[in-house]
């Protein structure tokens, strides 16, 4: 059994300042399910060998989560909303921005000794609201993909 963590999702926010993380995959291929996605309790499932490899493909090669820069990400969101806000006011268009009571996604990934964390505050919306940053989409897809993992059976 390998306690070597290869990704994890944890959203921040709400009451609790530290809470367990939602999907957890380990590199022999266990999953933690958090209990807020587990019905109350938390879950234990096994990948097999095939379906873990196809995991680690798609969020480190296709998506390549650990190409994304957190801080890089941070500032493009930012210049993203201040451009929205200038064209929101010269043509009356309303804001569609970050909201106030939002969690923060926090992806933590390891691979090959390196571990990268990026965290992304409201991510559905600013992925929504900005189609147009590569790197969003690419988190909110690797946010799909261990969603997906989480509630399928």
Do not use: N
């Not at 999953?31 to 807020?36: D, K, L």
């Not at 970050?98 to 990934?109: E, G, K, L, N, Y």
Request: a neutral charge; one cysteine or more.
């Amino acid at each position: 059994m390998s306690d070597e963590l290869l990704i994890e999702w944890s959203q921040l926010g709400g009451r609790d300042p530290k809470p367990t993380p939602d999907v957890s995959v380990f590199a022999d291929g266990r999953v933690r399910i958090g209990a807020r996605l587990a019905g109350g309790e938390t879950a234990w499932r096994t990948l097999s060998t095939s379906r873990l490899a196809a995991l680690r493909r798609r969020l480190f090669e296709e998506l390549r989560v650990m190409e994304i820069d957190g801080g890089a990400l941070a500032r493009d969101v930012q210049a993203a909303a201040r451009r929205r806000r200038a064209e929101a006011t010269a043509q009356a268009v309303p804001f569609t921005g970050a909201q106030m009571d939002s969690a923060t996604t926090v992806i933590r990934a390891t691979d090959g000794g390196r571990t990268r964390e990026i965290r992304q505050h409201d991510l559905f919306a600013s992925a929504e609201a900005y189609p147009e940053l590569e790197a969003l989409q690419r988190l909110r897809q690797a946010q799909l993909c261990l969603l997906e993992l989480a509630t399928s059976h």
